[in-house]
């Protein structure tokens, strides 16, 4: 699986932005996707994971409530509408497949990345 990521940008804090993962080559559709972050200096960082249906999804503790991870199976894309946007959300977000159904928070059940798109939030 090939994951493209898109739809980053700059946004002043406070406001909201839009970002999606597309697959090409095999579909993710029965593959748990999850969003992780990296900001500069830190440690990649899980952000938001949703299961094969749709059904089941996880949240980082520092981002629930303001951002929410949801996915089209007929379009083959999982998207992260993040509201509220702090300058601490600055980061390049991955998305990412893991190898089962069910999403988790662990980033070494994650096995396809796609190249990250940067979210830059200004003061």
């Known amino acids: 699986v090939q994951l493209q990521a898109s739809g980053g940008g700059l946004v002043q804090a406070g406001g909201s932005l839009n970002i999606s993962c597309a697959s090409s080559?095999?579909?993710?559709?029965?593959?748990?996707v999850a969003w992780f972050r990296q900001a500069p200096g830190k440690e990649r960082e899980f952000v938001a994971s949703?299961?094969?249906?749709?059904?089941?999804?996880y949240y980082a503790d520092s981002v629930k409530g303001r951002f929410t991870i949801a996915r089209d199976r007929t379009k083959n894309t999982v998207s992260l509408r993040m509201n509220s946007l702090k300058p601490e959300d600055t980061a390049v977000y991955y998305c990412?497949?893991?190898?089962?159904?069910?999403?988790?928070?662990?980033?070494?059940?994650?096995?396809?990345w796609g190249q990250g798109t940067l979210v830059t939030v200004s003061q």
């Open positions: 080559g095999r579909t993710f559709s029965n593959n748990a």
């Open positions: 949703i299961s094969w249906s749709g059904g089941v999804t």
């Open positions: 990412a497949a893991a190898r089962t159904s069910y999403g988790s928070r662990r980033l070494n059940d994650y096995t396809a």
